[in-house]
């Protein structure tokens, strides 16, 4: 249980207490106390709510929750550096807790909310029925997630200096010369890293 929501908690029964010793209840802490209890309480502990389970979607473990997203997350353990999110994932290129997160959120000052909103549209196709036979991209996949990790680092840096102003403008993509993606299509019968994403998720061997 978050911070938050412990705090909601302690707010309600010190409320409570406080408007039973209060009497009578017309007097100005009495309406202070009711004022608390029926507009900021329920104020904070949408924010509280809003929050926790924000912060619970973007863990791979919720990502993963949706079984028609099981075959993406297999595909994390192939056992070949060609597939670019598995060798992100497998050598902690990324926090493997948040990976979905971290590459499938578009980092602009608005990212998270369009993340979440498209989000809500995930989990009502999905709770609907209407889960389309191949997933695809809202749009193709775009430089920017690449580089918010990676611009800045001294060896990127060096070795794409040539085409950096291309890759930032988005006229090359990283995903020419960088390998597969997931490639679920390939997953029957392919090497993997560890039987089960739980296992890398609890801090499995790294190769």
Known sequence: MSVDIIAVFLLGALLMAGLAQVRPATTAGAKLLLFAALFVLPVVGIRAGLQTHLEASKTTEFCMSCHVMEPYGQSLLFEDDSYLPAAHFQNRRIDRDTACF????????????????????????????????KIELYEPYQNRECLHCHIGARRFDEIHAPEMDALVANNVSCMNCHGSAHAVHELDGAAMWLETLDKALEGGPIE
């Open 102 to 133: 971290t590459c499938h959120t578009q980092y602009t000052i608005f990212g998270d909310l369009t993340a979440k909103m498209n989000g809500l549209e995930h989990l009502w196709v999905y709770y609907t029925g209407q889960t389309p036979e």
